[in-house]
Nanobody, 122 residues
Framework: QVQLVESGGGLVQAGGSLRLSCAAS????????MAWFRQAPGKEREFVAL????????TYADSVKGRFTISRDNAKNTVYLQMDSLRPEDTAVYYC???????????????WGRGTQVTVSS
């Protein structure tokens, strides 16, 4: 059984930065695609970023492209999301997910963390 635990969320002013971490246990993440999703109040969960097994290929939602960076450290069994130039519309619960197929549909991901709250004030 895989467990994913997100950390690093918090309250930040617009224009600021946060770095989210997702630590995995129970299985090595090196054979899996890892992704970040988010869900704002009253909205459906949406794709943010994903990274392939090696870390050499990444994909971002248009809304975060150029501001967010996903990375992974397979030796530490951890994936990261560096978030810069944050905007109030980035406010959401951020979830990391683990799956076997490279894609942005949440249906592709088998394991999910419980999420970490990110709040961006204007």
């Amino acid at each position: 059984q895989v467990q994913l635990v997100e950390s690093g969320g918090g309250l930040v002013q617009a224009g600021g930065s946060l770095r989210l971490s997702c630590a995995a246990s129970g299985r090595a993440i090196s054979v899996y695609v890892m992704a970040w999703f988010r869900q704002a109040p009253g909205k459906e969960r949406e794709f943010v970023a994903l990274i392939n097994r090696s870390g050499f290929s990444t994909t971002y939602a248009d809304s975060v492209k150029g501001r967010f960076t996903i990375s992974r450290d397979n030796a530490k069994n951890t994936v990261y999301l560096q978030m810069d130039s944050l905007r109030p519309e980035d406010t959401a619960v951020y979830y990391c997910a683990l799956g076997g197929t490279y894609g942005y549909s949440d249906a592709l991901y088998n394991y999910w963390g419980r999420g970490t709250q990110v709040t961006v004030s204007s």
